[in-house]
C-alpha cells in the first residue's frame, strides 16, 4: 500500500476508562523503536502515566505526550486519561489533534461510557477512527460491536479488518483494503497468510458495508459500485483517506495493544488513512493560505521544579525557540516531549505538538502568534464543562493558609478544570471539579508540587432563618457606672418580610425621642444581630421599623444606641416564630433516555421536584430532565447520577430560592449545628 505523502500526523489516544490507551501508546512507541523495552502500566514503568498522581492510581490522570517517528513521518500521540472525571483534560486535548483513536473494550453493555465522546467528535467534527482493543479476551465479534457502537455514535462506523477466529479465539484478521490476510503474533510483526475460507463471506459483506458507507460520500465511487466495478486497493484507500478527512466516516480497526497485535497497521493506517494537519485545520475554517504562524495551547505541564511548559499545536507556519509572541512573552525552549524526557528543538512547523518553556502568562486555550505578525482572532477551544462536585478544604498547617490561593492559581493552570470559590454565607473555602478522584488528584497535585497539604471537609449548607410572626419589642440598654453611663431606649415593630425581599429598615420617631443622629446607630445594632439569629443562622426577609424611643442628654451615645437595637432584636426575635431555610437549587440532569426513569428515582429520592423533561437539543436519545433540589441533598449527586448512567449523566445548577425547612430535618440541621458551636 502506498503511504500518503503529508506532514506530521497529531493523534488523540481516546475511550473509556481502562480501555487499553496507555498500553497502546506504549506499544506504539515499542513497534517504532522509539523505546526498547516495553513498559506496563501495571508495572508502573510504562512511558504514559509518570506522574506520581497517575502511577499510584495506575490511571491516567491528564494527557500523556509522545513524539516519535514511524516510517519517516513525526507522529505525536496525546494519551488522554479515560476516567469522566478528566474529560475536561481530553476535549481540550482533542481541539488540537487531526486523528481521535477511539480505544474501546469490545464490551457492548458499556457502550454508553462512550456516548459523550462520540457526542464531541461529532458536534467538533473531528476525524476519528475506532480501535476494539483487548481482542485477545473477547468472544465479541467485531460486527456486533460496530452495530451497537453505531447507536452513540454520530458518524457512520466502517470496518476496515475481519476478525479470523479459531473457536472462541481470534488468531489473526483480514485487511479488508488490501484483502491481506495475517496471524497474529504476540510481540512481534504479524505473518501474511493465506484467507482462510471460514472468513470469506464475512469478509466480502464486511467489504461491501465499507464502500457503501464510502459511496454515500463520492458520487463517482457510487456509480462504479452500481457497474459493479471493484475499486482497486489504491481507490478504497483513497476514498476512506477523503471521507476521514473530511470527519464523515470512522473506520474501525482492532487488535490487542498488550501483545502489539494489530498496532504496526494501526500505526499504518494513522500514516495513509489519517489526515494531516491541513485538512483539520481547514475544517476549523483556518485559513492556510495566510502567511502568518499560528497555534494554540492545549495542555500546561508544570514540572515539579517549577518549570512551566505550554503544550501546542502548530495550525500554521513555523514557531523558534526565542520567538516573542504577540503579547510579549519569549518561548524560552522548544521541545518535542516522550512522556517526561524532553528533546530539544529549534523550531516546528504545522501539524506539529510541541512544548514551549516558560510562557508564564500564557493559559490552556490560548491562541498563539508572533509579536511581528499578531493574528488576533482566537481559535475556538473546548468549553468549559461546569463542575458537579466540591470539598471545602482549609491547610492542615495553620502557617500554609497563606500558601493556598497561590498554589490553587498554579495548579488551575495545569487543571483549569478546578475551580476555586470562597464562601461568604458559610465562611468555606471551596474547590470544586469534575468528581472526588479529579479533586483527589488536585490535593495530591497540592501537596506533591507546592507543600501544600489541604484537609476536606463536605461543604455546608448554606442555612438562613426567617420569621413567621410580627412582635413589638421595647429594650433600654442602660449602664451607671463612674462618670459617664450609657443611655439608650428603643420600640420596634419587627416583621416578616415575602420570600426573597431582604432587609428593610425603617424610621417613623417623631419628635425626637431619638435623636436623627443615633438612628443609623440603631440600624447598625439591627443588621450586627441578624448576622447570627435566634437559630444560628443570617436572618433574612425581614423588616424592622423603629417606632419611638427614649435618649439621656449626657449618657446617650451612638455606641449606647447601637447595643439598643441589637438587645431589642435578641430579646423581640425568639419571640417571632423563627424558622429554618434552605437553599433550592434548579438543576439540570442531561443523560441518555434509557436512564430517565432512574434519573426521575434519583430525583424524587433526594427530595427534588420534577419541573419537566424534555429531549436535548441537538443530542438525539438524550433526556434533560429540569428539577429543584435542596442544596443539602446535592454534595454527592454526581456519584450517584453516573453509576446509574454508565458514567455519561451530568448535570447544571444553579441557586434557585430558599424553602422553610420544619419538622425532623430542621431539628437534625440545628442540632448538628449547636454541636458544632461546642
Ligand atoms: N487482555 C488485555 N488487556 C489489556 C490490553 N491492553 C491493555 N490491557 C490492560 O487493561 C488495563 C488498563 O490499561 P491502560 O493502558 O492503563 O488503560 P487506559 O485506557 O490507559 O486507562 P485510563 O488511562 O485509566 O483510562 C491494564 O491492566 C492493561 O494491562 C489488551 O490488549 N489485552
Ligand atoms: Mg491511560
Request: charged share 25%; proline share 5%.
Amino acid at each position: 500500500m502506498s503511504d500518503v505523502a503529508g506532514g506530521p500526523r497529531s493523534v488523540a489516544l481516546v475511550g473509556p476508562y481502562t480501555s487499553g490507551k496507555t498500553t497502546l501508546l506504549e506499544s506504539m512507541l515499542f513497534v517504532s523503536g522509539a523505546i526498547g523495552r516495553r513498559g506496563s502500566v501495571r508495572d508502573g514503568n510504562s512511558v504514559g502515566d509518570a506522574s506520581p498522581e497517575a502511577r499510584a492510581r495506575t490511571s491516567g490522570v491528564e494527557v500523556n505526550t509522545a513524539t516519535f517517528d514511524h516510517g519517516g513521518t513525526h507522529v505525536t500521540i496525546l494519551d488522554c486519561p479515560g476516567s469522566v472525571e478528566f474529560s475536561q483534560e481530553t476535549f481540550n486535548a482533542l481541539m488540537g489533534v487531526d486523528l481521535a483513536i477511539v480505544v474501546c473494550e469490545p464490551d457492548i453493555d458499556r457502550i454508553w461510557t462512550m456516548g459523550r465522546l462520540f457526542k464531541f467528535l461529532g458536534q467538533n467534527k473531528i476525524p476519528h477512527a475506532v480501535f476494539a482493543n483487548k481482542i485477545d479476551e473477547s468472544t465479541v465479534r467485531v460486527a456486533q460491536l460496530i452495530e451497537a457502537l453505531s447507536t452513540v455514535s454520530e458518524t457512520p462506523l466502517v470496518p476496515c479488518q475481519v476478525a479470523i477466529r479459531e473457536g472462541d479465539s481470534v488468531g489473526g484478521y483480514v485487511d479488508l483494503i488490501t484483502g491481506n490476510a495475517y496471524q497474529y503474533a504476540d510481540n512481534q510483526v504479524s505473518g501474511k497468510i493465506g484467507t482462510p475460507d471460514s472468513v470469506s463471506s464475512r469478509q466480502e459483506e464486511a467489504r461491501t458495508q465499507l464502500l457503501e458507507s464510502l459511496a454515500d460520500f463520492d458520487d463517482s465511487l457510487l456509480e462504479n459500485l452500481l457497474e459493479d466495478k471493484i475499486p482497486s486497493e489504491e481507490e478504497v484507500s483513497e476514498f476512506l483517506r477523503a471521507t476521514l478527512a473530511e470527519a464523515n466516516v470512522a473506520p474501525v480497526f482492532m487488535g490487542a495493544a498488550e501483545k502489539d497485535w494489530g498496532v504496526r497497521r494501526l500505526l499504518q493506517a494513522i500514516i495513509s488513512i489519517g489526515p494531516d494537519g491541513s485538512s483539520v485545520a481547514r475544517l476549523k475554517g483556518i485559513d492556510m493560505a495566510a502567511a502568518e504562524p499560528l497555534g494554540q495551547i492545549i495542555k500546561t505541564y508544570i514540572s515539579p521544579h517549577g518549570g512551566k511548559i505550554s503544550l501546542a499545536r502548530i495550525w500554521r507556519g513555523e514557531f523558534a525557540d526565542g520567538t516573542v509572541l504577540d503579547g510579549g512573552e519569549r518561548i524560552a525552549g522548544m521541545f518535542s516531549l516522550l512522556g517526561q524526557q524532553q528533546n530539544k528543538l529549534a523550531k516546528a512547523g504545522a501539524g506539529e505538538i510541541v512544548g514551549l518553556g516558560r510562557l508564564s502568562e500564557i493559559t490552556t486555550g490560548a491562541t498563539i502568534s508572533p509579536q511581528d505578525t499578531p493574528v488576533g482572532e482566537a481559535l475556538p477551544f473546548a468549553p468549559e464543562l461546569p463542575p458537579v462536585y466540591s470539598f471545602a478544604v482549609h491547610a492542615s498547617k495553620r502557617e500554609d493558609e497563606v500558601k493556598l490561593s497561590g498554589a490553587i492559581a498554579k495548579l488551575r493552570q495545569e487543571d483549569p478544570s478546578v475551580v476555586f470559590k470562597l464562601v461568604k454565607d458559610t465562611n468555606d473555602s471551596v474547590l470544586w471539579g469534575q468528581g472526588e478522584m479529579h479533586l483527589r488528584v488536585a490535593l495530591d497535585r497540592l501537596k506533591e508540587k507546592y507543600g501544600v497539604g489541604l484537609a476536606t471537609e463536605i461543604p455546608k449548607v448554606a442555612y438562613k432563618e426567617a420569621i413567621r410572626k410580627p412582635v413589638s419589642q421595647h429594650s433600654r440598654f442602660k449602664k451607671q457606672s463612674g462618670g459617664h453611663g450609657q443611655f439608650g431606649d428603643v420600640h420596634i415593630d419587627i416583621k416578616p418580610l415575602p420570600r426573597g425581599a431582604g432587609f428593610e429598615f425603617e424610621n417613623t420617631v417623631v419628635g425626637g425621642s431619638v435623636p436623627k443622629q443615633y438612628i443609623p446607630a440603631v440600624q447598625n445594632g439591627v443588621l450586627e444581630y441578624l448576622i447570627k439569629g435566634p437559630l444560628g443562622f443570617p436572618v433574612v426577609d425581614v423588616s424592622v421599623t423603629l417606632t419611638d424611643g427614649k435618649h439621656h442628654a449626657v449618657d446617650s451615645s451612638e455606641q449606647a444606641f447601637k447595643t439598643a437595637g441589637r438587645m431589642a432584636m435578641s430579646e423581640g426575635m425568639p419571640k417571632c416564630s423563627p424558622v429554618l431555610l434552605e437553599p433550592i437549587y434548579e438543576v439540570k440532569i442531561s443523560a441518555p433516555s434509557d436512564f430517565t426513569p432512574n434519573v426521575q428515582r434519583l430525583i424524587t429520592g433526594r427530595r427534588g421536584q420534577v419541573l419537566g423533561f424534555s429531549a436535548k437539543e441537538g443530542w438525539t436519545g438524550w433526556d434533560e430532565t429540569t428539577f429543584q433540589m435542596p442544596q443539602a441533598e446535592m454534595h454527592d449527586l454526581i456519584i450517584e447520577l453516573r453509576s446509574l448512567s454508565l458514567g455519561v449523566g451530568s448535570f447544571e445548577f444553579e441557586f434557585d430560592h430558599l424553602q422553610e425547612l420544619t419538622g425532623r430535618l430542621a431539628d437534625d440541621v440545628l442540632a448538628a449545628a449547636k454541636e458544632g458551636e461546642e
